[in-house]
T-cell receptor, first 114, second 113 residues
Framework: EAQVTQNPRYLITVTGKKLTVTCSQN?????MSWYRQDPGLGLRQIYY???????DKGDVPEGYKVSRKEKRNFPLILESPSPNQTSLYFC?????????????FGSGTRLTVV | QKEVEQNSGPLSVPEGAIASLNCTYS??????FFWYRQYSGKSPELIMS????GDKEDGRFTAQLNKASQYVSLLIRDSQPSDSATYLC?????????????FGSGTRLSIRP
């Protein structure tokens, strides 16, 4: 089954404790992206990757890092999480750049930073 | 002004009626327009894309695009309780160095039996 797999689904952590949210897709998509979703603000792009070793900042990149060492994987790293990073996070992939013909989204990771 | 604007709702529609969801955008040269459906606690799912002025129909769903008015809408005919969800409008917007997809904050739709 074609899918984007994110882990974990839920995570509660403390301020300053480094964490990684994993994302993997099995569709051979070149384009991958991370979004956060907050009430009233919609989906905001954090980082995106056009291909292996090619990443760029989205609209809200502060406090996040990404890497793209393999085509299928695009982990999101929070080196020192803070409470304002409490949010619902989605990884998405697309066959075409920038999701221009639509994204496939992962199931989401609900992160709480206390 | 937000780049992509939607009424947050909730929009309440009786079962069997037509639900009409609207979206306006700010970038006059946007090329690609999408509607995603998101059930509570779930991830967004692409239901329609439209690239040219006019109507595009897919089953009970019709997307309508008017680039002159910078307006895109989604009609859901014969609304069912299973259509109750948040609908996200997404538009291709020109960024400083490249174009990007911007999502609206969504319209919550409730179909009442």
């Amino acid at each position: 089954e074609a899918q984007v797999t994110q882990n974990p689904r839920y995570l509660i952590t403390v301020t300053g404790k480094k964490l990684t949210v994993t994302c993997s897709q099995n569709m051979n998509h070149e384009y991958m992206s991370w979004y956060r979703q907050d009430p009233g603000l919609g989906l905001r792009q954090i980082y995106y990757s056009m291909n292996v070793e090619v990443t760029d900042k989205g609209d809200v990149p502060e406090g996040y890092k990404v890497s793209r060492k393999e085509k299928r994987n695009f982990p999101l790293i929070l080196e020192s999480p803070s409470p304002n990073q409490t949010s619902l996070y989605f990884c998405a992939s697309s066959l075409y750049p920038l999701g221009e013909y639509g994204y496939t989204f992962g199931s989401g990771t609900r992160l709480t930073v206390v | 002004q937000k780049e992509v604007e939607q009424n947050s709702g909730p929009l309440s529609v009786p079962e069997g009626a037509i639900a009409s969801l609207n979206c306006t955008y700010s970038d006059r040269v946007s090329q690609s327009f999408f509607w995603y459906r998101q059930y509570s606690g779930k991830s967004p799912e692409l239901i329609m894309s439209i690239y040219s002025n006019g109507d595009k129909e897919d089953g009970r769903f019709t997307a309508q695009l008017n680039k002159a008015s910078q307006y895109v809408s989604l009609l859901i005919r014969d609304s069912q309780p299973s259509d109750s969800a948040t609908y996200l409008c997404a538009v291709n917007i020109r960024g400083s160095s490249a174009s990007k997809i911007i999502f609206g904050s969504g319209t919550r739709l409730s179909i009442r039996p």
